[in-house]
């Protein structure tokens, strides 16, 4: 909690629903778990439909709703800007608080294609220089249990990295009478299993071991091409209507690629795995040990040391939720895990964090950008065909 | 969230430490996620040092505070007190505030002796004529896995319970330099391991299978009975202060019993099994199935179901955070699992249900009660050497 | 495997059974894959009907067959005696055998008895003197995970032992119409769950801890207690003839006790856990760590050691199938796990190490008798309505 | 174990190292635990040195050593030829034994180049003109929870084939300093980790799908490129002996492809996983259902079965040791795992039965060689940089 006196930090959303349910409980709860050195206050919410923004505003806690974001970005007590729309109005959103001298807080992906998220990298590098930031949320990296991964990794706990095992695994359209969303539907959200959940290991990949992706190959199938039009539509599920429509995203995605460091490394994102809920998996092995994490078991890292005497190496279940782990001081006695929300929580309190002490937040927007080009890359060499695409090695 | 014009649950919280905490982060959630009959009103917390309780009340959100849980009590904007202070205090504070017209919802365990147990059920009763009304906090009832455990055993599932085997096992105390606190001084916490753990387990077990303990046979053990007086202390670590001080409460309780329904129970309480933080077990084993749960991996439960076919029949890995899953719906898509604290929210949405309805929430003082004698029931079994004791076998 | 010139040790089992299958297994196998300083010959298997031992010395690789044991265990080119009938018959053969001066090795439980295990005890005694000796087959101490956390414990790395936690859990009889066995005939079997499966996890508790217990309170329980006469009977399965017969042996068996340093132990043996097959658990906390088994995972120990840093402690999956650990060097390349059958082959292997060397094997007769030391008081302890029964503290 | 009069099978065997003593338990093991329609009888062990060859006789139960495997071939009591050699002479032999006359079970993978894959089928098909048969031994197909996965995927529980995952994971060239071997020469053993442990999981794939691979798209790498030279080696460790030597196979294998059915499919095989010992590990996703495998719990099979209610659905942990499961009835009572081992017992009674009855025993070398062309095809999308090759998609 932020100490009286503490200078505020005015806070405007954009969008409100599932994205905007987890970044509103992350404003109200941080300050209440941990010491900010700014104090936030939920301004204002934007959407389009004024009594559905109206109510979400009062349920999610937002002091006031506006219809227009260009509004809410003209706000005097907005000082951050949280876009959590769906990505094809990332772009457009994001540069237009930066130029308003607004911090930007983008959920992922950055943006649905190459060249918007360049142009976003461009007004962030541009506000920066005001003193304006501009972060990406790729929150999975807030989950104590990956802090702990790469703090082991960036420790030379594991050695030299030898492999990368990256896997997102849903199963919400195996049913071929799952019905449509906006989020199989190219215009809105840019690519399907790729860019929503691949872009997620893409990233903890890069974050894990401190390296990038240096060339990629890769495979987009879309398993069921059309699909019943909901009759209404919330969340991930929904009833059927009438009539069926086109899917025009990928259903999963298959690829392997190069580390800057000389390790290998393969991904895969789908939709289809029957009986997988959320399973993202990642597993690193070095040339000194290994670390594992899959989320269905999140408040857990598996860490092997190579160097333990030969009778008693394995891998190590280590219970993510001491004391001395990332963030968990905060929270709760050892052994009363955490849950999905709370890496949003993490979010806020090290963007706040980073806002009062002038630095640069991470992941930077150039970080996105640096994950749209895997994604563009992917999907180059699946247009082509399959084959490999190079990728520029240093970040921007 | 409640709608305009719900009517509003004034509440009151008397102390604020852990338990405060997470009590705390329940009332604030909870409106949030689900839609709620009364809009709870966080009135005032109570505790004895005036600069603490304050800088509380702020970070907790709490509108103001009180250095005196009577003063509290007294106040008319306080509809329900919520008893979250040691063992020891809260048979005084419950019965007080029942006899005050305001409901209770009051920690385990209910009481530290059966005395204080039966007056508070008395002073519930009495209350409940007039329609005010108690609960007791036996929270973990309230996690989804647990709740689908208990369907399932009521739903016939498992058929008639042959085996429950409970286990609470922590490690906080394995390193015999491990401070003191008022957790281990039996005059604030009652007993140890047993009251404070095994309280759970034994609620658990008999709430999983609906049935009741009729019996028990057990041991308590101090393994350390000299520890270093703590020179400062927070929750359940501190720095080692000047000299050492008696240990008056068990470090483990291990006891077997018979259920009502004919089947055998056996239950541990430690805090010293090296390497279980809060490792929670509960398995029930029926004539045609088995139900196992561990807290350690809080969103699964596993169910043997032996009509399944002898080839494929095997322990189900539900991953409970279906819409279809008790308390899910209102939370995140499947897969996106739930922490320690989300059981807190929902112990606040049973509650304030229930008394929007008029009807008695549960875990009602009786069944407090009915664990308060268990616990009893253990003790006096261990002082005489191990040997059975009856139980009553109606609740109350 | 011996190399020429090796003597030879004349085998002569009692018993074709399932214990007969697994022993002549080991025997066949146990000299192709260690350096034996004897070599067994596999000279006879002895049986009650002529045409079945004949088709089983065949099928099991005996020289020859005789329908007397005592026949058997007259014969000159028999050099040891392997016992593996049910536990009725076990102190009559093996006293004898001992008396004819043939080594023996008798399956467990020892004796269906105190009385006879201590006839046994003293038989073993008297033929020690001459050279001759006696093990009992607690094969399950032979498992590499089990041996590997016996010498864990021993070398200090768990530290003082506070808890053992050992269950036997199997599911054949959880179905009220599974059919009649001997082992469901007190007069055959002696005991049900306590004397068949318990036996094993009291050993195993006294086998890696090095201690032994020092008082035990127990519970047994026939949760069906008539079942179907079946028409044919062969393993564990059968078909349902016609009438009904009376299961006269424990369906479960639950107790706790003391281990002679000072920690808890509490055991439980059941045929009724539904969906647990053959789960024996063994789970051992002490002071600076602990060691985790389950049968079901039979190559896995997991292992917790308290001095790891507090970032990257957790349990330890060893998968002990490396060169370094016990047995394994015999066999396959890491990772190559072994069966249940494996367990057996060890046993011979340390046996004629033992025989060869003039060494008492273990688990001696005296370690047998222990056990059913402990089994007996829990039969005490329950009879009495539950009540603590101390066990005497030295072996024998 | 075959009844009296039935008909022998005379058996030699090619090479005796690590799959020389896996094939001889297997060859003694079969008849004590089946009923065999042939008696196998083990007439001659075949290798080079005279002396090491008549002591692996000896040790393994074979009745004579030769040091010429045209010799073996020549003798008339050798009914089948057991090839258990390097990958560089199995064409030659095999070849060879056919022509003879001899069944020929061949060790995978099939040969080291699709060249001489395509000799041996070209003269299996010629020999099975004349009823002698040909086997190729992908071990892995008999392990029971392999079978039954296969069935239940034949049996439509799964659902059309949406995504295959193989993993074949070990870590024993982690370590920059492990020593050559004839593993790592190019001229032995053909490829590295591609043929060595890929060969398997690419046949698992096809084997449990009933699909085969239309098309991949791979990578190899070789991390380590100079090894230390060993002064003795034996099985895959080994001491330092002095210089060091070039590494000219692959250390690790990534690849994508495509199955006949649509579905998708990702494969890597590598020594360097650090901590990963004989992690074979094969998911296969489809419309209904899902089977997953990891050979480190080898023993068990998971299944989800999405018609399961949406509470209960979850992946079923099989413990493939039911009578009902493959192979098993003939092994131990439920829950009594089998190991490693086992499945070359299995592969033997599979063989032999199919040579009883005049059946052409599976995998064939045609199935053999399609996995040798998917090798084959990895290599040179891996030699082109990155690039999709097709595969014929009829076997053969």
Not at 107 to 135: C, D, F, I, Y
Not at 359 to 379: N, W
Request: aromatic share 8%; hydrophobic share 45%.
């Amino acid at each position: 909690m932020s100490a009286p006196g503490t200078p505020t930090l005015g806070v405007g959303m954009v969008g409100y629903s599932f994205m905007g349910a987890a970044h509103s409980q992350a404003w109200r709860t941080a300050p209440r778990f941990f010491d900010l050195p700014l104090a936030p206050r939920m301004r204002v919410v934007a959407g389009r439909n004024a009594d559905s923004v109206r109510a979400a505003a009062e349920r999610l806690g937002w002091d006031e709703s506006v219809t227009s974001w260009q509004e809410l970005i003209a706000r005097d007590d907005v000082d951050l800007v949280d876009v959590c729309t769906p990505g094809d109005t990332h772009a457009e959103i994001a540069v237009a608080a930066l130029q308003a001298g607004k911090h930007v807080l983008c959920e992922k992906p950055l943006a649905n294609s190459v060249a918007e998220a360049e142009a976003m990298v461009a007004a962030a590098e541009r506000a920066a220089a005001n003193g304006v930031q501009a972060m990406v949320g790729f929150t999975y990296r807030r989950v104590p249990a990956i802090q702990l991964a790469r703090r082991l990794v960036a420790d030379g706990r594991i050695g030299q990295v030898r492999h990368v095992r990256a896997q997102y695994l849903q199963d919400w359209l195996a049913d071929p009478q799952a019905p449509l969303s906006w989020r199989l539907d190219k215009s809105k959200a840019g690519s399907g299993a790729l860019g929503d959940i691949g872009a997620h290991v893409v990233d903890l990949a890069q974050f894990i071991t401190g390296e990038q992706l240096v060339g990629v190959n890769g495979l987009l199938e879309t398993f069921v091409r059309e699909r019943p039009v909901p009759a209404s539509f919330s969340g991930l599920s929904g009833e059927a209507g009438e009539g069926t429509g086109p899917v025009t995203v990928d259903d999963a995605a298959l690829f392997y690629g190069r580390m800057s460091g000389g390790g290998l490394a393969s991904f895969e994102a789908t939709r289809f795995a029957a009986g997988r809920k959320n399973a993202i998996r990642v597993e690193v092995n070095g040339s000194k040990g290994s670390v594992a994490f899959d989320f269905e078991d999140m408040n857990l890292l598996h860490f092997y040391d190579a160097s333990d005497d030969a009778t008693t190496a394995g891998f190590r279940r280590i219970v993510v939720t001491e004391p001395e782990h990332p963030y968990i001081g905060s929270w709760w006695p050892a052994g009363h895990g955490l849950g999905y929300e709370h890496a949003f929580t993490h979010q806020v309190v090290d963007l706040v964090g980073d806002l009062a002490a002038g630095r640069a937040p991470t992941p930077s927007f150039a970080d996105g950008l640096v994950v749209q080009r895997v994604l563009d890359a992917v999907e180059r060499s699946s247009d082509a065909g399959g084959g490999w695409v190079d990728l520029p090695t240093a970040a921007g």
